[in-house]
């Protein structure tokens, strides 16, 4: 692992840390802040039923004593907290924040007294020195004192969402500076090309004005023409790449016939879009021939000198389908999504980005699709390329 690799593995391992240690505080004063408003809402119902147990004594032993009102403001303070009182007998007399079908319903009410009597100890206000007769104050916990227990994991859900968001956005920004750092190395690649690619135009022409053989020469002006379409091609990588609707039989056929001419002598290269009816499609005529050519560059490293490629268009109603298919060694079914990724190659030499910038090609700046269509390890392997169809107006 490289020291550039090292620190941005330490940068996220040191993201995550502080997101966990924040979530870890708050999740502990959190639940501090719980157990105290716990604790004060115990007291406070406590008091209360003290309140409402000195008021009944009071009423019940005649005293004629004037109303508390500390008592009534006791009791009245408490209306967050939902509660049912009940006689000795768990008969309702009153109830506060309880809805009605649960109180009407036997069942549904035993099973609130059950889960307020596990929330918190219910209360006896007594309100005679004979002890004869009794209230029970069932009682739960405050929409505030939920809201805290819940309160912690949406900080940590907010935490988690941060830090998804920081190396998100972190990653984004690395693959931004490495395409830049691509395209300028391609169009470098291509500005370097330009001054050798014209001296050698010169070179053509001096030769075509010597008493040789003027075959060769023809050949040799072929592939310098070649040369000056992937330099066209390399100068187009991050420009706008306008589309133009093209006869998809005549574009993949010229790479065809100059790939046939330059593959070994045991390798056949069939072709069927000469002889059927045209197709189009809206393609960058110059990149789009870059990905035909760099499939059967890959068919031709399969069959290692020896088979076939078979090049095949065909259409429906919406759809043009490209199929290369040859006679190789295969791909495992397990790599068939991850020949398209930078980098990754089965090859000796090479970069591995040949697949890679087919698919970028294909799919974000013609919006197609490009795929390994099937492959069978020792038969072979078939790439499909799908493009939208167009029709002449």
């Given at each position: 692992?490289n020291?550039?690799?090292?620190?941005s593995?330490?940068?996220?391992?040191?993201?995550?840390?502080v997101?966990?240690?924040?979530?870890?505080?708050?999740?502990l004063?959190?639940?501090?802040?719980?157990?105290?408003?716990?604790?004060?809402e115990?007291?406070?119902v406590?008091?209360?039923?003290?309140?409402?147990?000195?008021?009944?004594?009071?009423?019940?032993?005649?005293?004629?004593?004037?109303?508390?009102?500390?008592?009534?403001?006791?009791?009245?303070?408490?209306?967050?907290?939902p509660?049912?009182?009940t006689?000795?007998?768990?008969?309702?007399?009153?109830?506060?924040?309880i809805?009605?079908?649960?109180?009407?319903?036997?069942?549904?009410?035993?099973?609130?007294?059950?889960?307020?009597?596990?929330?918190?100890?219910p209360l006896q206000?007594?309100f005679?020195?004979?002890?004869?007769?009794?209230?029970?104050?069932?009682?739960g916990?405050?929409?505030?004192?939920?809201?805290?227990?819940?309160?912690?994991?949406?900080?940590?859900?907010?935490?988690v969402?941060?830090?998804?968001?920081?190396?998100?956005a972190?990653?984004?920004?690395?693959?931004?500076?490495?395409?830049?750092v691509?395209?300028?190395?391609?169009?470098?690649t291509?500005?370097?090309?330009?001054?050798?690619?014209?001296?050698?135009?010169?070179?053509?022409?001096?030769?075509?004005?010597?008493?040789?053989?003027?075959?060769?020469?023809?050949?040799?002006?072929?592939?310098?023409?070649?040369?000056?379409?992937?330099?066209?091609?390399?100068?187009?990588?991050?420009?706008?790449?306008?589309?133009?609707?093209?006869?998809?039989?005549?574009?993949?056929?010229e790479?065809?016939?100059?790939?046939?001419k330059?593959?070994p002598?045991?390798?056949?290269?069939?072709?069927?879009?000469?002889a059927?009816?045209?197709?189009?499609?809206?393609?960058?005529?110059?990149?789009?021939?870059?990905?035909?050519e760099?499939?059967?560059?890959?068919?031709?490293?399969a069959?290692q000198g020896?088979?076939?490629?078979?090049?095949?268009?065909?259409?429906?109603?919406?759809?043009?389908?490209i199929?290369?298919?040859?006679?190789?060694?295969?791909?495992?079914?397990?790599?068939?999504?991850r020949i398209?990724?930078?980098?990754?190659?089965?090859?000796?030499?090479?970069?591995?980005?040949g697949?890679?910038?087919?698919?970028?090609?294909?799919?974000?700046?013609?919006?197609?699709?490009?795929?390994?269509a099937?492959?069978e390890?020792?038969?072979?392997?078939?790439?499909?390329i799908?493009?939208?169809?167009?029709?002449?107006?």
């Amino acid at each position: 692992m490289n020291l550039r690799k090292l620190l941005s593995f330490r940068n996220r391992v040191v993201l995550i840390a502080v997101g966990a240690l924040l979530g870890g505080i708050s999740l502990l004063y959190t639940n501090n802040m719980a157990r105290r408003l716990k604790e004060k809402e115990q007291h406070d119902v406590a008091l209360w039923a003290h309140a409402m147990e000195r008021l009944n004594r009071n009423v019940l032993s005649g005293s004629g004593m004037a109303p508390d009102p500390l008592v009534d403001d006791l009791i009245s303070s408490n209306n967050n907290i939902p509660f049912i009182i009940t006689n000795e007998n768990l008969e309702v007399i009153s109830s506060h924040l309880i809805p009605d079908e649960v109180i009407d319903h036997p069942d549904r009410l035993r099973q609130q007294i059950d889960k307020f009597t596990e929330e918190n100890t219910p209360l006896q206000v007594r309100f005679s020195w004979t002890n004869q007769h009794y209230h029970i104050i069932f009682y739960g916990q405050s929409s505030l004192l939920k809201s805290l227990y819940y309160f912690p994991y949406i900080q940590l859900t907010v935490v988690v969402a941060f830090i998804l968001l920081a190396f998100i956005a972190f990653r984004s920004s690395k693959l931004d500076e490495q395409n830049r750092v691509w395209i300028g190395l391609a169009k470098e690649t291509a500005h370097q090309l330009g001054t050798p690619t014209s001296s050698l135009l010169g070179w053509i022409e001096y030769l075509r004005m010597q008493p040789i053989d003027q075959t060769a020469v023809e050949e040799m002006n072929k592939d310098l023409t070649h040369l000056m379409k992937i330099v066209d091609r390399f100068s187009k990588i991050g420009s706008e790449t306008p589309l133009t609707t093209a006869n998809i039989n005549e574009v993949v056929g010229e790479s065809v016939m100059y790939f046939r001419k330059r593959i070994p002598r045991n390798v056949t290269l069939d072709y069927n879009g000469l002889a059927i009816a045209p197709v189009q499609a809206a393609i960058n005529t110059a990149l789009f021939e870059w990905v035909v050519e760099n499939l059967m560059k890959n068919s031709l490293d399969a069959l290692q000198g020896h088979g076939a490629i078979h090049v095949h268009i065909s259409s429906n109603e919406k759809q043009v389908i490209i199929d290369v298919r040859d006679t190789g060694k295969g791909i495992a079914k397990s790599n068939w999504n991850r020949i398209f990724e930078p980098g990754f190659t089965t090859k000796t030499r090479g970069w591995g980005l040949g697949l890679s910038l087919s698919r970028r090609i294909i799919e974000e700046y013609h919006g197609g699709k490009i795929f390994v269509a099937e492959s069978e390890i020792g038969k072979g392997t078939t790439f499909r390329i799908l493009l939208k169809r167009a029709f002449e107006g």
